[in-house]
């Protein structure tokens, strides 16, 4: 009778073990997907794609710059675990590049500097340059030998076209939610129309008026809305501007009549401000990544309106 009621438990306890396994690889196989996104603004599109089914997670956070991110075992830890990583790319995140090489095969990796689908402009070289009216934007100097300008989410129909890709990605890695990323996508795209429409209309009335900014950032910004930036202080931010550069462009500030001149929060202004020093020029602020704004669905529609309310409201005076 003993022996009866060892085997009776040993079998129960089997059958336990079964049940919670079972139940352990259902829950597994309903987790949400883990999509991991290195910067604000490219995080914002992502969780209002993925509204409803789960939480992107950021990687660079506050008013971190993926020009000068260090990598935290956190942050391996994160990206190990990921499914998928939305990431711009080796030349302006360099400090992924090798982790990114290391990850699990299981953990896709979609950089937008690589995506055909994208509008992706050659970087601009020689930090002074002319207003081409024939094109409505900006006509650079020099070329950037053969590199893609990083900054490609400054164009409210290039992030639709983000928007898109990722859509084709969640629902090829999770086809249970497919239906409800392509609604998102959707209601999206709207919002991106017309938030495009409502910048273009608000910057018509200044689009010829020459400006200066700190860091060459802006360049899909100027395309679309055919703004008249006339040269930056840096272009490689790991580089110093060279006094050469800089006596460029305080020649260019005085034969052009610039009176605005925008820095960035996450940089020194007394590089900028020594230019413009003694000129009758006005020094403002433009933040492309919305270093102060709280991450989440709404940071890209800030972030451009700010832009577009920053630029209109120096230039307009």
């Not at 900054?151 to 639709?160: F, K, R, S, V």
């Not at 055919?226 to 931010?237: F, I, K, P």
Request: charged share 20%; with cysteine; glycine share 6%.
């Amino acid at each position: 009778m003993r022996e009866m009621r060892f085997i009776l438990k040993n079998r129960w306890m089997l059958c336990l073990l079964w049940v919670v396994l079972a139940v352990s690889q259902v829950a597994r196989s309903e987790e949400a997907i883990r999509l991991v996104v290195s910067i604000k603004p490219l995080h914002s599109l992502a969780s209002a794609v993925m509204r409803g089914v789960a939480e992107p997670q950021l990687l660079i956070k506050g008013r971190g710059s993926p020009h000068h991110f260090s990598l935290k075992p956190s942050h391996i830890r994160l990206l190990q675990q990921a499914d998928v990583l939305l990431w711009l790319g080796a030349t302006v995140e360099s400090s992924l590049v090798k982790v990114v090489g290391q990850l699990p095969a299981s953990v896709q990796s979609l950089s937008l500097l690589q995506e055909p689908s994208l509008l992706r402009l050659p970087l601009r070289n020689g930090g002074v340059w002319h207003h081409d009216h024939n094109h409505g934007g900006v006509a650079e100097l020099l070329d950037g030998g053969g590199k893609i300008d990083p900054h490609l989410w400054l164009d409210p129909l290039n992030a639709g076209r983000i928007v898109q890709r990722l859509v084709v990605l969640l629902s090829q890695r999770d086809p249970r939610n497919q239906e409800r990323y392509k609604a998102n996508a959707e209601r999206v795209l709207k919002q991106l129309q017309a938030l495009h429409l409502e910048i273009k209309l608000r910057l018509a009335p200044i689009q010829n008026r020459p400006y200066l900014v700190y860091h060459d950032a802006y360049q899909y910004f100027e395309r679309r809305y055919a703004l008249a930036a006339t040269g930056a202080l840096v272009l490689d931010l790991s580089q110093r501007a060279g006094a050469k550069r800089l006596r460029a462009l305080r020649k260019k500030i005085q034969s052009d009549d610039i009176r605005c001149a925008f820095f960035e929060p996450q940089y020194d202004a007394r590089l900028l401000n020594s230019v413009v020093a003694n000129l009758p020029i006005k020094v403002e602020v433009l933040d492309p990544l919305g270093a102060d704004l709280p991450a989440g669905e709404a940071l890209y529609f800030d972030l451009m309106r700010r832009l577009t309310t920053q630029l209109a409201s120096c230039l307009s005076d």
